[in-house]
């Protein structure tokens, strides 16, 4: 009962965190609908796109909620950081409970934070033309809600062995576009050369991607059962490794 209790008092603070923050909510809304809008348009009118209701902006509307989810999730691992540079972490780590549950809490409130982000996305297809029913909704969330947990676990894993915001910034950026790029969220991922297609097919955010284009467009390249069996193996992962290194490390500064 205590890990549970400890696991939903990180998940809360989380929250709370994030609401604090107006301005970044609107601005992790507002970004991803400039790409819709501006880079959907721009090069939608420059290159034919067949195969997909709505054109290249449909195309593409589930990679930049993939692309929110991806950024949200991986940066919000500075919240370690900070908390270490308070010493708010310290009181944590002397807390009952476990390191795996202090990791979980963190996770999902990064997955929350990542899903009410997807949530505004999803009601807002009508922009680009999309019909979103209840079903599809619910199936796109659960959808963003594991691979949100795997993306966080990744930025906390990053973060675990990172002393300083300014450090973490800097690798996360370094990580994140090709994450992104690399997804198949802006273009098809077939008919790529077989040295580019390995790199895609390593990395998890091209399984939501694929998933939410399944959902949404009825558009993929593999079935749905395939890219969530993907990325929730890549979630249970990511999160335990991260409880694992933030363990090690904090033991060793203990």
């Not at 790029?181 to 390593?202: C, K, N, R």
Request: hydrophobic share 55%; proline share 4%.
């Amino acid at each position: 009962m205590a890990e549970i209790e400890g696991i939903y008092t990180i998940w809360l603070r989380e929250m709370k965190r994030f609401f604090r923050y107006r301005s970044r909510i609107v601005t992790s809304i507002v970004t991803p609908l400039l790409w819709l809008i501006i880079f959907g348009t721009g090069l939608g009118a420059a290159v034919r796109f067949g195969g997909v209701p709505g054109g290249y902006k449909a195309f593409i509307y589930p990679g930049i909620i993939g692309q929110t989810v991806l950024f949200t999730s991986i940066f919000s691992g500075v919240s370690v950081i900070i908390d270490r540079q308070y010493g708010f972490l310290k009181e944590i780590l002397v807390a009952p409970i476990s390191r795996e549950s202090m990791v979980v809490g963190k996770a999902l409130g990064i997955s929350t934070a990542s899903m009410i982000q997807a949530a505004i996305l999803l009601v807002l297809s009508f922009i680009v033309g999309v019909t979103m029913s209840p079903i599809c909704f619910a199936v796109s969330m659960v959808i963003a809600l594991i691979i949100s947990m795997g993306l966080g676990g990744l930025g906390l894993m990053i973060a675990a062995f990172t002393d300083s915001m300014e450090g973490f910034n800097l690798i996360m950026s370094f990580i994140v576009l090709p994450i992104f790029l690399l997804s198949g969220a802006l273009f098809p991922i077939t008919g790529l050369p077989a040295w580019l297609q390995g790199a895609v097919y390593i990395n998890p955010l091209t399984y939501a991607v694929d998933a939410l284009r399944f959902t949404i467009l009825r558009n993929s390249v593999l079935p749905l059962e395939v890219n969530v069996a993907v990325i929730s193996v890549f979630a249970v992962i990511a999160v335990l490794a991260a409880a694992f290194l933030f363990n090690r490390k904090e033991q060793s500064l203990m």
